[in-house]
């Protein structure tokens, strides 16, 4: 069946560093894909998507390029800053006949320190 | 516009006891979803509704879960009884059009459930 596979947290930074947190997929057919974030206390929320190959979703400064040739959905921030701290979640919708269900990775901890 | 609205936020519950979960959906969003996140792992699916009906219920993990919708606005999430692994936290999200996640989901921000 469709999975999605995140790279293991937590993962620390310092202000400013450059974020990548890994994410590849197995899915049939063209699933849509989706970083959904969630912030110390509050619900998920989406931060971007991607529905078709070589699209790019980008919000925040966050960007995502759909790879259909490596399966991958690599989240990534120039910059990051200590509001940035949260809970990442990689997760496909698939198709056809997709009925609105997510599947998502484990999710990625992040901790930004000033 | 009022978001998901999910509660209690937090619920903790003795092995065997009874606990129901309410989702309250964005008012007109047709699609109901129910997911779980049990400590450190994946959020998994667990059911879908549309209006008042079960369109997918394949996630449910055992009959110990009881998802309704009556009247096809608010859901509840009944687990009875209640087993250490339930422990959990569990999130809602509705959707106007089917295949709501290309198109819009919101999620509420979770019940944290605590079975001890």
């Known amino acids: 069946g469709d999975s999605v596979t995140q790279m293991e947290g937590p993962v620390t930074l310092s202000e400013e560093a450059f974020l990548t947190i890994n994410c590849t997929y197995t899915a049939t057919g063209y699933p849509s894909l989706f970083w959904y974030v969630q912030y110390p206390g509050e619900g998920l929320q989406l931060l971007l998507k991607a529905t078709k190959a070589d699209d790019k979703g980008s919000n925040k400064g966050f960007e995502a390029t759909y790879r259909k040739e490596t399966t991958s959905f690599h989240l990534e921030k120039g910059s990051v800053q200590v509001s940035d701290s949260a809970v990442y979640f990689c997760?496909?919708?698939?198709?056809?006949?997709?009925?609105?269900?997510?599947?998502f990775g484990q999710g990625t901890t992040l901790q930004v320190k000033p | 516009e009022a978001g998901v609205t999910q509660f209690p936020s937090h619920s903790v519950i003795e092995k065997g006891q009874t606990v129901t979960l309410r989702c309250d959906p964005i008012s007109g969003h047709d699609n109901l979803y129910w997911y779980r996140r049990v400590m450190g792992k994946e959020i998994k699916f667990l059911l879908h509704f549309v209006k008042e009906s079960k369109q997918d219920e394949s996630g449910m993990p055992n009959n110990r879960f009881l998802a309704e919708r009556t009247g096809g606005t608010y859901s509840t999430l009944k687990v009875q009884p209640a087993e250490l692994e339930d422990s959990g936290v569990y999130f809602c999200?509705?959707?106007?059009?089917?295949?709501?996640?290309?198109?819009?989901?919101?999620f509420g921000s979770g019940t944290r459930l605590t079975v001890v």
């Open positions: 999200a509705s959707s106007q059009a089917l295949g709501g996640a290309n198109y819009g989901y919101t």
């Open positions: 997760a496909l919708s698939g198709r056809p006949g997709n009925t609105g269900k997510l599947i």
